[in-house]
């Protein structure tokens, strides 16, 4: 009589073995970046056209908690229009299926209410109707505002020119103080978290706030008049012992479809105008990113060409730069701007003194011809500016200093720590890290002098 064979792993035969139980794997997410597309509409038209702008914001991540991650969710699609017009914002959210893996059921409604606030519509239909029924918002905004005059001198911009000669009328300036602030920038904010790196809303209760709005009036089909706000700018206004006040730039943003045509550079130079008109003590900049700090550069530095009362200093720099000999090292502090020319500078241009000196540096450049017959020497002058910037301004005297190396073990905690000996130049050693503190030095000096030479052929094409 045969009998059923069990093999060895089967666990009837053997009592010992468990059965195993299943786990289902933990809901890995989704990164917000990768679900959530966000378009700028100007007419209902633009809603779900397939001609769209699409926004490219910074980070959608950290939005999000959970290290930017959506949980909850299979096949999630998020699309988001953001109206020109009212900037209100409408979020269509679709997906296959929602359950708990693990981690959760992320609320999305919440997470976008982070990001739009009150400026989020709930349904579609009522934002669509928001093209019409708020159409005339930006001219309601600006009804009460001030009214600037949006000439600038000295603009020898080729952008800027074209700007103003093809629409000459229709591009105005307003300024906006108390109350209204609040209002318009609530629904601006959005934009701004979502566009400008490193961005923190301004507190708007604080009453020496002001915000400049670039506005320019266009016909619709039906040949109506409609504000279009094209960018603005959020300025502190400082309290400066004992009769005076300074100017702070601390936002600025021009909208995405109207950005490289002059705007930006537009609106900087009426904020120059506006503080030499009112006489304040200097116009900042608060941490400037790269390239508005260079759009800064180029119109301080054709300003400074015209500005008579620094020419005979630069002149007499450039002319015992060119007789230096570039072996000797003495003398590279020699070169900075006198404070007289400091003072002059300051109080008739609003320029403050960091952002003059970056200007000298270019204006010295400017005069040196031919710049190759003087490049070691004009290099050495930027490269002690650069590193008496990060290093400290005693850096070639004796004690410890400390620089800050990026790498790619920790971005935040990674430094070098240098001692220099007996009045000797610093000796920079290697860290554990295997950085050359010398080297990130060096490129520091090199991404410097690209940046000047690339104003340099900026301004003298505008010279032209």
């Known amino acids: 009589m045969g009998t059923k064979h069990h093999s060895s792993s089967d ?4 009592p010992k073995k468990r059965r195993r139980v299943g786990f289902s794997k933990t809901d890995a997410g989704i990164e917000a970046n990768e679900c959530i597309t966000i378009y700028i509409a100007s007419s209902k038209e633009d809603v779900d056209s397939p001609n ?5 914001p910074i980070d959608l991540n950290h939005f999000f908690e959970d290290d930017g991650r959506i949980y909850g969710y299979q096949g999630l699609k998020i699309t988001v229009w953001v109206s020109l017009i009212s900037f209100h914002a409408y ?7 929602s359950s708990d893996g693990g981690r959760g059921i992320t609320n999305l409604k919440s997470a976008l209410q982070n990001i739009f606030a009150e400026s989020l519509v709930a349904e579609k239909d009522a934002f669509l109707q928001t093209f019409s029924t708020e159409s005339h918002y930006v001219r309601s905004v600006v009804s009460n505002a001030e009214a600037l005059q949006h000439k600038v001198s000295n603009c020898r911009s080729t952008e800027s020119n074209c700007l103003l000669k093809s629409e000459p009328s229709d591009v105005e300036v307003f300024r906006i103080v ?33 915000i400049y709005v670039l506005v320019q009036e266009r016909k619709d089909k039906q040949e109506d ?11 502190y206004r400082f309290h400066r012992y004992p009769e005076s006040t300074r100017l702070r730039l601390g936002q600025i943003l021009v909208m995405p479809p109207y950005q490289r045509k002059g705007y930006g550079r537009f609106l900087l130079e009426v904020l120059n105008t506006v503080a030499i008109s009112e006489d304040v003590y200097d116009l900042t900049i608060e941490e400037p990113e790269d390239s508005l700090q260079h759009v800064r550069l180029c119109i301080d530095v054709e300003r400074l060409l015209l500005f008579d009362p620094i020419q005979e200093s630069l002149e007499s720099v450039v002319s015992r730069l060119k007789q230096e000999n570039p072996s000797k090292k003495s003398y590279i502090c020699k070169y900075a701007p006198p404070l007289s020319a400091v003072e002059d500078v300051r109080k008739t241009l609003k320029i403050n003194k960091k952002q003059f000196e970056q200007c000298w540096e270019i ?10 017959k003087y490049m070691e020497t004009y290099r050495a002058i930027v490269s002690h500016r650069v590193k008496a910037e990060v290093v400290g ?8 200093q400390v620089i800050d190396v990026p790498t790619e073990y920790d971005q935040q905690m990674s430094f070098v720590m240098f001692k220099s000996r007996n009045g000797e130049s610093s000796s920079i050693e290697k860290a554990d890290n295997g950085s050359n503190v010398e080297e990130q030095l060096q490129q520091l000096v090199d991404e410097r002098m690209n940046q ?3 104003i340099a052929e900026k301004v003298s094409v505008h010279r032209l």
């Open 91 to 97: 979020a269509d959210i679709s997906f296959e299926s």
């Open 11 to 14: 666990p009837i035969s053997d």
């Open 178 to 210: 108390g109350v209204p602030v609040g209002h318009l920038y609530s629904r601006l904010v959005p934009l701004v978290l979502l566009l400008v790196d490193g961005s923190n809303a301004i507190d708007v209760l604080d009453p020496r706030w002001e």
């Open 363 to 372: 204006l010295i450049y400017l005069r040196l011809d031919p710049i190759n």
């Open 393 to 400: 301004k005693d850096s070639e005297g004796d004690g410890k």
């Open 225 to 235: 008049s409609l504000s279009r706000l094209l960018g603005f700018a959020a300025v």
């Open 452 to 454: 000047i030479k690339l």
């Open 52 to 56: 769209s702008f699409c926004l490219e």
